[in-house]
């Protein structure tokens, strides 16, 4: 009996085998592609006439084959595949293709196994223009114009191919346009050949290796302006071609940017110590498009905005064009030279270009002060990073729903703010070698966190141990929360350093964690000021300050705030700090304010505390540190405060805080003042304005705008009218004060405007009125046929979203038309999670907007981790208000 069954046992176990085997090779790839075919060469046809529905193509695709198979996977979605076929040698095989999985998982089935191999695959297709990802059109003046955004999924939508980066290999790109359309791609124009029909050909010539996400082109009625040329710069001897690429007419707007380009483009040249890499540079101005830039070798797309200013333009701007194309064009190296092997190494693009560009910014632009930037944005990246849901740095993508979470403040500030600290205790040149030789090893190919990490660590006095720390960084998520003492009861004084991680007020993540932690100690040694590196890994630590001649008169645990962490002094040595304030470096007074905004988050201060500090960050000369803790007294404002009566107080004390820095800058700007001074000035008068409703500020800035809008003349646009700075919070104030004629105004000027800028400033003050009349007009401006780009979606409702009065109409509105503004918004429909959300701050309010929203964000890219985190948001709110809960707003200086 025993005999039998031992036979069907392993029977059983030989079919189960032989089943689990099948359903590995049929199991569909919703990660990366099985490496069974790897292609090395793409030959891409594209017949394109941007007045069609959509275009056809033929994709010409060179591979190797590893192992015979009969199943070959790509990527294609949305495709209607004509035909489908591979060539082995001599002989052509039909292939059957079907899409597979809703990420865009492409299989092509061959009747007979495709044997291991040089192959080559032709598919015919035809495809529909996308919604701002793939290939997709644009008619911002009647005409029609097609370009692309292939990061990080659109090139599937646009043809069939090896949609993830990690297949990186030349291109040879033709497109089939009208004759009288201007077509643009990758690399320098090759011929243009005259086709029946009113049609023509133009080759361009052969990529170097690339993957398929930043494959660009355009066509249409572009207006193409020539740059001055880019000289040669060491090792490079030929000049590059630099041209602008614009809506047609808008041409001329791009003289500022073009000529400020080339001077980017060397100063990155002299830190990589290698060439641009690419044959030419085109500058395209979008004119609509969900992301600020994109790194396209040789052909960058920017939001059209960006490409527009010009030297009188405001600071915003002016600094917005300069950071954004130092960013792109770092990626020329990073992401486009080197490339990451799959997603979850973007930071390696991302957090890289984030650092390197305000790098080039600063040094380019001094009166930026880009350091301070990449400061704030490294504080901002730790508010989502204190979050139970946060994700790390280097985080597993696992299917196509993840990888649009990716594209978030832990990639780029926190990446870029790691990259900042480790360069500080590297050492700067050394940090700078170890990346010219990441960027010499693995030019034209991809590359990983390790391999980076491996070339920095190298260069370091310890390479094992910035080799770990590093990766404490980016395999682990939340910040590090240093609690610190300084104990002189030894010969020398030393820091005591327990690890923890930072946790608001009901957070539900555990405080375990260490990193190894690159710090940088400064303190007073008497009358001098002296400064000690340490890596710290353990949870617990001692650092003895070996200069130290005598106990210190003050310590600040995060020098020059090149740390990605938070401190926490024990009260004798936070009232030192606070004491030395004036005498700290102007970056670590924004972490020392920092720290006690942190502690407020925290729990360890309450309101009244928090409230206390601002009058000594109000007076600091960096603005980034005058307004730190400004948004709290938002939030203490709407959550914290019982009636109008008791606002209206609170107010009032909050004004006294900062109007005599808004008093010394005065409501109109200053010849030759410090750009700073007017960045200030626009966060000052917008808070002054808009929130504490202040009467003499919103006199000045309605009469601004009215005058803006020519409601007191000749019922003209004068965009001049208002300070360029001070604009957007003046037509805001004109708008909310000046009911409907008003708002008929500026509706009448932003139809006849094809000016993004004016544009977007008309739209959010359409949104902000407050009335809910007005609300409904400005939403209905959403769906009217042609009239928005979708890129002004957001500012013309999202004034509503701030307004507590508004928001249930809003979310009403958003419930009504999810489907269709889900569908216009792809692939950033996750963003009205957010939208929706605003100012909720209840169990109730998460647990509803949870069960409503999960099923709605299933399959949405990014969709899942937004829902999570939002829910978080709501819950941590919730439990910072029953903290709080009548607890005393006094303002006291102390």
């Given amino acids: 009996m025993r005999r039998p069954r031992r036979h069907a046992l392993a029977l059983a176990l030989s079919l189960a085998a032989i089943g689990a085997v099948e359903a590995a090779e049929t199991a569909v790839p919703t990660g990366p592609l099985p490496r069974t075919v790897v292609p090395t060469l793409v030959q891409l046809e594209l017949k394109i006439d941007p007045k069609q529905a959509g275009f056809s193509g033929v994709t010409r695709i060179q591979a190797d084959i590893a192992e015979a198979t009969d199943t070959v996977w790509m990527h294609g979605r949305g495709l209607k595949i004509a035909k489908a076929s591979a060539t082995v040698g001599k002989r052509t095989i039909p292939l059957t293709a079907s899409e597979a999985d809703p990420s865009g998982v492409l299989r092509l089935v061959s009747a007979t196994p495709l044997p291991a191999g040089k192959a080559s ?55 089939i346009v009208p004759q009288d359309a201007t077509a643009v791609a990758n690399t320098l124009e090759g011929t243009a050949t005259p086709l029946a029909g009113g049609w023509k050909k133009v080759t361009f010539a052969r990529t170097p290796a690339l993957p398929s996400y930043l494959v660009a ?26 041209r602008g690429v614009a809506a047609a007419g808008q041409g001329s707007k791009m003289k500022y940017t073009l000529a400020n380009t080339p001077a980017i483009v060397t100063a990155l040249e002299d830190y990589f110590g290698s060439p641009y890499p690419f044959d030419k540079l085109d500058n395209l101005a979008a004119p609509d498009f969900w992301a600020g830039a994109m790194e396209n070798p040789g052909l960058i797309a920017y939001r059209d905005s960006l490409m527009f200013p010009d030297e009188t333009s405001a600071v915003g701007r002016r600094q917005s064009f300069w950071g954004t194309s130092a960013h792109e064009l770092a990626h020329q190296w990073f992401g486009d030279l080197v490339t990451m092997k799959w997603w979850d190494d973007l930071w390696l693009n991302e957090g890289f270009a984030t650092w390197m560009g305000n790098k080039i910014h600063g040094q380019l632009q001094p009166q930026a002060h880009t350091d301070r930037g990449l400061l704030e944005g490294a504080i901002g990246a730790m508010g989502a990073d204190s979050l139970a849901s946060t994700r790390r740095i280097h985080e597993a993508i696992r299917d196509y729903r993840d990888i649009e979470s990716a594209f978030d403040g832990i990639t780029y500030q926190k990446g870029g703010a790691t990259l900042a600290m480790f360069e500080r205790y590297i050492g700067e040149d050394k940090f700078r070698d170890g990346i010219r030789n990441y960027l010499s090893t693995h030019a034209r190919g991809n590359a990983t966190s390790a391999d980076l990490i491996a070339a920095l660590a ?16 980016i395999d682990q998520p939340g910040v590090p929360y240093l609690a610190v003492d300084v104990d002189c009861s030894g010969k020398v004084p030393a820091l005591s350093i327990t690890q923890q991680r930072y946790r608001p007020i009901g957070s539900t993540a555990g405080a375990d964690g260490s990193w190894g932690v690159p710090m940088t100690i400064r303190y007073a040694d008497g009358t001098t000021v002296r400064e000690q590196k340490a890596l710290v890994h353990d949870r617990q630590a001692r650092v003895e300050l070996t200069q130290a001649t005598r106990c210190p008169t003050w310590v600040m645990p995060n020098g020059y705030g090149a740390g990605y962490y938070r401190f926490a002094l024990v009260p004798k040595w936070q009232a030192a700090l606070n004491t030395a304030f004036a005498s700290l470096d102007e970056r670590e007074q924004r972490m020392a304010a920092d720290s006690i905004v942190a502690a407020y988050g925290a729990g360890s201060l309450k309101p009244a505390d928090l409230l206390a500090a601002l009058p000594r960050f109000a007076s600091a000369e960096v603005r980034q540190t005058a307004t730190a803790g400004m948004g709290a007294t938002g939030w203490m404002s709407e959550y914290l405060v019982a009636d109008h009566k008791a606002r209206d107080a609170f107010h009032a004390k909050v004004a006294a805080i900062y109007r005599p820095r808004l008093d010394a800058l005065g409501l109109a700007p200053k010849a030759g003042e410090p750009d700073d001074d007017a960045l200030l000035r626009s966060s000052l008068v917008q808070l002054f304005a808009i929130r504490l409703k202040d009467a003499k500020v919103r006199a000045e800035l309605g009469r601004l705008g009215r005058q803006v809008l020519g409601l007191d003349g000749d019922g003209q646009l004068h965009a001049d009218a208002a300070p360029r700075d001070l604009r957007d919070t003046a037509l805001v104030v004109a708008l909310q004060e000046g009911g409907v004629p008003a708002f008929d105004a500026a509706e009448k000027h932003f139809r006849a405007s094809q000016d993004a800028v004016t544009r977007s400033e008309l739209l959010s003050a359409m949104g902000a009125t407050g009335a809910p009349a007005l609300d409904e007009r400005a939403r209905a401006l959403v769906f009217e046929q042609g009239l928005l780009r979708r890129n002004e979606i957001f500012p013309v409702i999202g004034g509503q979203a701030a307004n507590p009065a508004g928001r249930a109409a809003l979310r009403g509105w958003i419930d009504s038309h999810f489907a269709d503004l889900e569908a216009r918004l792809a692939p950033a429909g996750a963003a009205l999670v957010g939208m929706y959300a605003a100012g909720m701050c209840s169990e109730a309010e998460a647990a509803e907007l949870e069960a409503k929203f999960s099923p709605r964000m299933a399959n949405v890219e990014g969709g899942p981790r937004e829902i999570e985190q939002t829910v978080e948001g709501i819950r941590l709110c919730a439990a910072q208000v029953q903290a709080r809960k009548g607890l005393p707003l006094d303002i006291a200086r102390r």
Avoid at 128 to 149: E, F, W
Avoid at 158 to 168: I, L, N, R
Avoid at 461 to 469: C, I, N, R
């Fill in 121 to 175: 695959f032709d598919i015919a297709f035809e495809a529909p223009y996308g919604q701002l990802q793939g290939a997709y059109k644009v008619s911002p003046d009647g005409r029609a114009y097609v370009m692309t955004q292939m990061e990080p999924l659109g090139a599937r939508t646009a043809f069939p191919g090896f949609d993830e980066p990690s297949f990186k290999q030349p291109w040879d790109i033709t497109l």
């Fill in 217 to 242: 082109f355009a066509v249409g009625p572009w207006e193409i302006v020539d740059g001055p040329a880019i000289a040669p710069n060491g090792p490079r001897t030929a000049p590059i071609r630099l």
């Fill in 458 to 473: 190298a260069q370091s006095d310890d390479p094992e141990g910035v080799s770990k720390a590093f990766f404490s960084f």
